[in-house]
Nanobody, 120 residues
Framework: QVQLVESGGGLVQAGGSLRLSCSAS????????VGWYRRSPGKQRELVAA???????TYAASVKGRFTISRDNAKATVYLLMNSLKPEDTGVYYC??????????????WGQGTQVTVSS
């Protein structure tokens, strides 16, 4: 069994910061590439940031320079530090992780999502 849990969402004023965490637990051999997605009201889900197992990061143009994705492989956790938040960053943030299980299977897992609300 593998579990993926996000945390760190909340309500913040525009210009503020939040740090989201995505932690994997269970029968894990390896946490591979991980992406943070968000679903904003009235919009389709979009990829916000992603990080490879080796630590290479990519960002959506809308968050580049404001968000930073990082990982701690020892803790099987990926973080999303969000600075200079804007009301348009409001949404439910999900992480999607590629995980190699202890039995050697490669599967993608989604977390349950965490709400981020930025007030103007």
């Amino acid at each position: 069994q593998v579990q993926l849990v996000e945390s760190g969402g909340g309500l913040v004023q525009a210009g503020g910061s939040l740090r989201l965490s995505c932690s994997a637990s269970g029968s894990i051999f390896s946490l591979n590439s991980v992406g943070w997605y968000r679903r904003s009201p009235g919009k389709q889900r979009e990829l916000v940031a992603a990080i490879t197992k080796g630590g290479s990061a990519t960002y959506a143009a809308s968050v580049k320079g404001r968000f930073t994705i990082s990982r701690d492989n020892a803790k099987a956790t990926v973080y999303l530090l969000m600075n200079s938040l804007k009301p348009e960053d409001t949404g439910v943030y999900y992480c999607k992780a590629g995980i190699t299980s202890s039995l050697g299977y490669d599967l993608d897992y989604w977390g349950q999502g965490t709400q981020v609300t930025v007030s103007s």
